[in-house]
């Protein structure tokens, strides 16, 4: 995705604590979903610049996502309707309902790299780890140096019930093999550790970390999750 900054977002590891959610995507060039982070909601097209996010009080889809709904679904073969419903299902947090559309549109440019990422987000933000990793290993047969990708790859393996870490490590560690200063690996690889867990690996990638990006704000949490491990 075109955004300029890269986002970083605290969320559960063990008790409580997990790093680099959605964040590795927002490497991807010139893809239409905008990463979100900590799942708010960005202000539907059309309204000003700054306008606050419209709420969904009433349960169903705000007039404008409805709208781009059903001209979707009356024009079936209609590839960028069916990127629009997406995208404002994606604005609104309805990530099976852009699912949907990003698959029907995938299904008309299969070859389309961006919508086969925003269709691997869309899964990962609806909580379906499995169909993200589909689509984000499709992406890589198709790009493979995308590090971003291969991130958050790796944390479909994470996040998954029953997770595998070991498969998470191995991913986070080919993007460290192209890339040794890839701030977003290194921490998802020290949380990986930490989970496994293997205090030893933890040590040395959080020490890493801290030499890569030494004001990172993730580092005392890491490392106060780190010494929970006791000997491990």
Sequence with gaps: MSKENVLFIVIGLLAGFMIGFFFANSVNQGAMIPTVAGGAAQPAAGLPSGHPAVPNAGGGPVPEVQAAIDKAKQNPTDFDAQMKAAELYYQIQRFDGAAEFLKKASELQPDDYDVIVNL???????GKYEDAEKSYIKALTKKADDLGVRTDLGLTFV?????????????FRRVLDADENHIQALQNLTVAYTRKPDKANAVATLARLEQVDPSNNAIPKLREEIEKMGAK
């Design 120 to 126: 691997g987000n869309a899964y990962f933000e609806a």
């Design 159 to 171: 996040f998954r019930d029953p997770p595998n870490h070991d498969r998470a490590i191995q991913e």
